[in-house]
């Protein structure tokens, strides 16, 4: 496998995010990969671009986009003003997939979230996705909480 560099993403990345967002079961329902990229797409990366608490991340190797991530970086008043990393949106090519590269890209976003001086790393996946469950418990994820989300 080709090396692999971890990046902020940048705005052209966005045709290639929203492709990997999109190529799974969950995705092909609420994914828009269409071209040009959808106004929703790009209104929310450059909110998030302008955000210091939010790191959208790609995994590159031989110049082409093969995972992406957003970390979020979350002040809080409990467990003494600590602050939280949340892991969202992960997504790896599927030629990728079982080949440790969602291992290095958790690697890579809780050294991130050490360097922003957070106490806890967080995540939430889909009830649906039993083998991401799995995998997240391989890394020392463990459920400790109950989510919920009410859609708007």
Same mark, same amino acid.
């Given at each position: ?5 971890f ?9 290639a ?8 079961a969950?995705?092909a329902?609420?994914?828009d990969?269409?071209?040009?990229v ?6 929310a990366?450059?909110? =998030?671009? &302008? ?7 790609? %995994?590159? /190797? ?7 991530? +957003? ?9 003494t003003? =600590?602050? &939280? ?7 790896? %090519?599927? /030629?990728r ?6 291992r +290095?890209?958790f ?5 991130e979230c050490?360097?922003?001086?957070c ?7 889909? %009830?649906a ?18 989510g ?5």
């Amino acid at each position: 496998m080709d090396e692999i560099r971890f990046r902020r993403a940048a705005r052209d990345d966005l045709p290639a995010i929203v492709r990997l967002l999109a190529d799974d079961a969950l995705g092909a329902g609420r994914e828009d990969p269409s071209e040009p990229v959808n106004p929703a797409y790009v209104a929310a990366f450059e909110a =998030m671009d &302008r955000d210091p608490n939010q790191f959208l991340a790609v %995994a590159e /190797a031989a110049g082409e986009i093969v995972g992406c991530m +957003q970390i979020t970086y979350i002040p809080g008043l409990s467990r003494t003003g =600590m602050w &939280r990393g949340q892991i969202e949106s992960v997504r790896i %090519a599927r /030629a990728r997939r079982g080949s440790g590269l969602g291992r +290095q890209m958790f690697e890579f976003a809780i050294a991130e979230c050490r360097k922003r001086g957070c106490g806890l790393v967080q995540l939430t996946t889909d %009830a649906a996705r039993k083998d991401a469950q799995g995998f997240y418990d391989a890394l020392g994820f463990k459920p400790s909480h109950v989510g919920m989300k009410l859609a708007l």
